[in-house]
């Protein structure tokens, strides 16, 4: 059975770590396919996303376009739940995706710091027996990861305060043409 990768996150914005991320899982053929999810309104985060949802899903999408062709064919960005009125849940996600994808095996994919965090997730028991877990190292959060890719250390808080630029061609000329974050 093809194993679908699900990632989620608030990707605001999605940045060259997210990307290494994808490439790295499809190259060594740990997932088949990837469904990118930006969240619409993420629960357990101090902070709500600079950018709107559209904007964050748009930048997902132009992403896409800076990965190699083999690696983007791969990846779809699904607005599931940028769409959702309310807050977003990843088993209410999960459980619309089993049906859309039924001969599909599903992985979960995130980093140290959110599976830390598993515990505290809505209906969690449950995710934890729909989904396979693909924890993803991130140096400035330890934890158990299970799959290690030589995690980028990338900052999205930096990106948009403008000391960093750790975003591929494309996100960058959105972020500057939309004046996002501080546009410097």
Not at 76 to 95: A, K, M
Request: glycine share 6%; hydrophobic share 40%; aromatic share 6%.
């Amino acid at each position: 059975m093809p194993k679908l990768g699900i990632y989620g996150g608030t990707f605001d914005p999605i940045h060259l770590g997210h990307l290494h991320v994808i490439t790295s899982l499809l190259q060594e053929d740990t997932v088949d396919r990837i469904l990118l999810i930006p969240a619409g309104q993420p629960r357990l985060r101090e902070n709500a996303p600079v950018a709107s949802a559209q904007d964050r899903r748009a930048m997902c999408q132009v992403a896409l376009a800076d990965l190699p062709l083999e690696i983007a064919k791969r990846v779809e960005v699904n607005p599931i739940e940028v769409l959702r009125i309310g807050p977003s849940y990843s088993i209410d996600t999960v459980e619309a995706i089993e049906q859309a994808f039924p001969d599909y095996e599903l992985a979960l994919i995130l980093g140290t710091d959110a599976y830390n965090k598993i515990d505290q997730w809505h209906r969690a028991d449950e995710l934890k027996k729909k989904v396979e877990f693909i924890v993803i190292d991130r140096p400035e959060h330890p934890g158990q990861a299970t799959h290690k890719i030589g995690a980028l250390k990338v900052s999205a808080t930096s990106i948009r305060s403008g000391a960093s630029q750790d975003t591929s061609p494309a996100v960058a000329a959105y972020i500057k043409e939309r004046n996002l974050y501080a546009s410097k």
